[in-house]
């Protein structure tokens, strides 16, 4: 008799590309949910960054509310704090977000 290692037959090889096919539609699916929002998001906060005014409430990553009163050319804002009108210089880049006029 033959030995089994002579009778089995040689499988025919598969097509790389759809190896890859599962990590490509991985790296897909997390493009789409996570990257894709994100810079959504990102784009939306440099916008606003770029659109404040005097006037403007703004909240602070450190959760202080005020108005913007003066925005200087080194890229800080003058914000008065209620309810003793504090100023308070801040970086733009530490605006948060805008509030709205139901919150004040």
Do not use: W
Request: without cysteine; glycine residues 8%; hydrophobic residues 40%.
């Amino acid at each position: 008799m033959y030995p089994s290692f002579l009778l089995q037959g040689t499988q025919p090889s598969s097509n790389p590309v759809l190896g890859f096919l599962p990590i490509l539609l991985i790296f897909g699916i997390f493009y789409f949910l996570l990257f894709l929002p994100m810079q959504r998001q990102k784009k939306q906060q440099r916008k606003m960054l770029a659109n404040l005014e005097p006037g403007k409430t703004v909240l602070t990553s450190g959760g202080i509310i005020g108005t913007v009163t003066m925005i200087n050319q080194d890229d800080t804002l003058i914000i008065r704090v209620k309810p003793d009108n504090l100023k308070i210089q801040i970086a733009r880049s530490a605006v948060s977000g805008l509030v709205s006029d139901e919150k004040k």
